[in-house]
Nanobody, 115 residues
Framework: QVHLVESGGGLVQAGGSLRLSCTAS????????MGWHRQVPGKQRELVAE???????NYADFVKGRFTISKVNANDTVYLQMNSLKPEDSAVYYC?????????WGQGLQVTVSS
């Protein structure tokens, strides 16, 4: 497994923007995909966006057109630019890194969008 260090998040008003970042380290095997998931109390964790080492991206329908995921392969860092945030985007956001069938998780970042 890799060690994931996340940064960003916080409190923002509806319509505002935030950027999350996550850097993977500690493994000789580089992640083949990295992404962001989110979770609110009482609900399952859900995919927000992911990007492969080949730069293929996948977005949840509820963020298409508002969020952009990008990855710098040189340092295994993934970014999630979140624009036009809505109160329903409030959640704990988790970074994930996949090495084959093994998934590592970050510690989670709180994102709160006020109305």
């Amino acid at each position: 497994q890799v060690h994931l260090v996340e940064s960003g998040g916080g409190l923002v008003q509806a319509g505002g923007s935030l950027r999350l970042s996550c850097t993977a380290s500690g493994s000789v095997w580089r992640p083949n995909a990295m992404g962001w998931h989110r979770q609110v109390p009482g609900k399952q964790r859900e995919l927000v966006a992911e990007v492969t080492s080949g730069a293929h991206t996948n977005y949840a329908d509820f963020v298409k057109g508002r969020f952009t995921i990008s990855k710098v392969n040189a340092n295994d860092t993934v970014y999630l630019q979140m624009n036009s945030l809505k109160p329903e985007d409030s959640a704990v956001y988790y970074c994930a890194a996949d090495q084959g069938h093994v998934r590592s998780w970050g510690q989670g970042l709180q994102v709160t969008v006020s109305s």
